[in-house]
């Protein structure tokens, strides 16, 4: 399996990438960035590009692929409906369409967040532009496409959150968080699960379009 990844440097996307490279029925990842990562291994390779709005110059080389995890996300704190919509939406419209393009049989999966709202008429900003993204995403023209919408997400194997507030509070719960994954399974899920659970429907598929925490919990 061909795999692209966007958002390889996030706390999702880490778990991912490492779920990918440990995988032996993917061949390839290619991580798409606007810098080097840095991470060398046989499998992974770095498309360096700028404009996260444009993928037209590079069209070529998103082309021949199975699938593409979407992990690619930012906290709306601080931001204004605009500007988190132009990450969110924006990005995401961007490279789904231009991968739906050249891959019409690629299985295409984002990752939202628990509370999401994809009548996109909620009252809570950043669950509207969430659903937005989800939207456009659920209509892409490919052979499937698929949402993930964790929960509360305890980091595995040393990963850590880009975000520093984050970092902190992860580090201060994780006793309670391994505790919250093995008794709540609807609440809490891990990055190597949701990795694993990735590639898993990837390959095989799942009835369901948008999968909750308890429903990525139990793909195996």
């Known amino acids: 399996m061909r795999v692209i990844l966007f958002g390889a440097t996030g706390m999702v996307g880490q778990g991912v990438l490492r779920e990918c490279l440990l995988d032996p029925d993917v061949t390839t990842v290619v991580s798409v960035v606007r810098r080097s990562g840095g ?21 070529r080389e998103l082309a021949g692929f199975d699938a593409c995890f979407f992990a690619l996300g930012i906290s709306s704190v601080g931001l204004t409906e605009d500007a988190y919509r132009k990450i ?19 299985t295409f999966i984002f990752v939202s967040g628990a509370g999401s709202d994809s009548t996109e008429k909620g009252s809570s900003m950043w669950a509207r532009v969430k ?8 209509r892409l023209p490919i052979k499937a496409s698929f949402v993930f919408r964790p929960g509360i997400i305890r980091p595995m194997h040393g990963i850590k959150s880009r975000t520093a507030a984050y970092r902190i509070g992860y580090t201060i719960a994780t006793p309670l968080m391994a505790l919250l994954v093995r008794g709540f399974p609807k609440l809490a899920t891990t990055t190597e699960q949701i990795g694993r659970a990735m590639l898993a429907v990837a390959r095989h598929g799942v009835p369901k379009r948008v999968l909750e925490t308890a429903d990525i919990n139990q793909i195996r």
């Open 88 to 106: 969110t939406v924006d990005i995401t419209r961007a490279a789904a369409t231009t991968l739906a393009r050249v891959n019409p049989g690629m």
């Open 39 to 59: 991470q060398p291994h046989p499998k992974l390779r770095e498309l360096i590009h700028s404009d996260f709005q444009d993928f037209s110059s590079v069209e």
């Open 131 to 138: 659903g937005e993204a989800e939207n456009i995403v659920l």
